[in-house]
Each structure stands twice: as C-alpha cells, then as structure tokens.
C-alpha cells in the first residue's frame, strides 16, 4: 500500500521513558535496538522532536556509539519505513502469486495488512500516518508503490472477470484500503475505545465490504 497521512500522530503514545545508560563494554549495541526505540519517540515526538540524543538516551548508549551505526536521524527514519514496507511487499507478493480465487486473496491481502498495522502499530503510525519526510519519502517510494499494485492486481483480476459492482477497480481498490486504514488507525490511536476483539472486527468489516463490492 501507499503510504499516507492522518492527524495528531505525534499524541497518540506517551514519551518513551529514559533508559539507564549501558556502561562502556557493557554489550554490543544492536541496530535493532535502536530502530526500536527510534519508532517510539518518532511517533511520541514527532520528527523535528526526536533527537539523536532522545534515542540514544532511550537505547542506553552515548550519541557517539549510535553514530557508529547511523548517519543521522533521517536514515533511522528511512530504515523503519523500508522495514515495514519490504515486509508487506513479501506478503502481498505471496499472497497474490496464490493458485485461489481472486476474492479469497483479496481477503488474505487485507487480512495481512491490518493484522500488520495492529501487531506493530509505531511502524504502521510511521509509515501510513506520520506527515511524510521527502527523504525517507523518496527512499521507500518504490516499495509502497509495489505494495499496492500487488494489491490492485488482485482487484483488477476480479473486475476482468466481471465480478466488481463498482465496475472501476481503481476506485474499489482505494475505497477498500482506505476503509481497512480508517480502522486500524482508529484502533491503534484510540486504544480506551471498548474495542471488540480484533480478529472479529476486521472479518466483520472485510465481509461487509466485499459483500458490497464483489458479486457471488
């Protein structure tokens, strides 16, 4: 999928809390952990918010031992999105190379999807919902756009067989995405809502939509 932007990201989670700091030799510092931590205080504080020093204090390491690793915060910023996005691709890419009907891989395809935008939520707030960074933009622009046309080729495959209501694939592709978006975004930034539990939701929703688009 393409990513995208909605409002008041940097308030959906509270600040990440200050680590204590690794003593020298204490370990190897691990890319992994920061890219972690980055993704917290991204979503907690924004772009211009998040510091090299706020990640590096949240890791536990001193700024000089993170630079050992990255260039700056742009390129932490760009490693998360191409994470989250490379994964999706894998998934829509096997998904949609399936021997099944059309309609049972669109499912699986926005299945997988919400499943995760709710199973790693700051990397989903970053890459969908964040206001965008030209950098990190045009860094992962060529795996969002692979993401959603292997997703529309699925929704074209049902529209050549005669199966869409809508009789535009475009539109029904953009519709369906963005009803799955509204829900995931409004679960992960709403988390006091009595939310039903999430494996029911999204199959309700994705029946109800597909019911609506798709003929028998």
């Not at 504080?45 to 204090?57: L, M, Q, S, V, W």
């Not at 997703?151 to 799955?180: F, H, K, P, T």
Request: hydrophobic fraction near 45%; charged fraction near 20%.
């Amino acid at each position: 999928m393409i990513s995208g932007g909605c409002q008041g990201v940097e308030a959906v989670l509270n600040k990440p809390v200050k680590s204590a700091r690794k003593a020298k030799g204490d370990g190897h510092l691990r890319r992994i952990e920061i890219l972690e931590a980055a993704e917290r205080i991204f979503v907690a504080d924004g772009y211009e918010g998040a510091t090299i020093r706020k990640i590096a204090d949240e890791v536990g390491v001193s700024s000089t031992a993170l630079y050992m690793h990255f260039r700056d915060k742009d390129e932490i910023l760009h490693e998360i999105c191409l994470g989250a996005l490379q994964t999706l691709l894998q998934q829509n890419t096997q998904i949609a190379a399936m021997p099944a009907d059309p309609v049972t891989r669109l499912r699986l395809l926005l299945q997988a999807y919400m499943r995760m935008g709710l199973e790693h939520p700051n990397a989903y707030l970053l890459v969908y919902c964040a206001p965008q960074r030209l950098g990190a933009q045009a860094a992962t622009a060529d795996a969002a756009q692979k993401c959603y046309a292997a997703y529309a080729g699925v929704v074209n495959e049902i529209a050549a067989d005669g199966r869409l209501r809508s009789g535009d694939a475009d539109i029904a592709a953009q519709a369906l995405w963005a009803a799955c978006h509204g829900l995931v975004a409004l679960m992960i930034t709403r988390p006091t809502v009595d939310w039903a539990p999430a494996d029911e939701l999204t199959s309700l929703l994705l029946e109800g939509l597909l019911h609506g688009l798709v003929t028998d």
